[in-house]
């Protein structure tokens, strides 16, 4: 059983940048049968994809983000990482980190969701 959980600060201030931290376990992040994504819901809005890493490490974002996203691994410790820079208070969002199957582009495991408030 494929288990991811997020980790990271739950409050952040504007203009500085959030890091969080999905850990996997019961799978290899480096197996090619998946990709490793970042999604994130905004209050009151629908989920919003950010990015993605693939199992050789290559990245791509959504370019409505792209300026400010970063998606990083650490394959020793089976993780994977998002950095999101110059926040704003509309990034205050519930941020989820999910395995997606390659073949068939499903969602079949996702972690519990952190929330992420950006205030000062």
């Known amino acids: 059983q494929v288990q991811l959980q997020e980790s990271g600060p739950g409050l952040v201030k504007p203009s500085q940048t959030l890091s969080l931290t999905c850990t996997v376990s019961?799978?290899?992040?480096?197996?090619?049968?998946?990709?490793w994504s970042w999604i994130r819901q905004p209050p009151g809005k629908g989920l919003e994809w950010m990015g993605v890493?693939?199992?050789?490490?290559?990245?791509y974002y959504i370019p409505s983000l792209k300026s400010r996203t970063s998606i990083s691994r650490d394959t020793s410790k089976n993780q994977f990482s998002l950095q999101l820079s110059s926040l704003t208070p509309e990034d205050t969002a519930v941020y989820y980190c999910?395995?997606?199957?390659?073949?068939?582009?499903?969602?079949?495991?996702w972690g519990q969701g952190t929330q992420v408030t950006v205030s000062s």
């Open positions: 999910a395995q997606q199957v390659v073949t068939t582009r499903v969602y079949d495991y």
């Open positions: 019961g799978g290899s992040i480096t197996t090619s049968y998946y990709s």
């Open positions: 890493i693939r199992y050789d490490g290559s990245t």
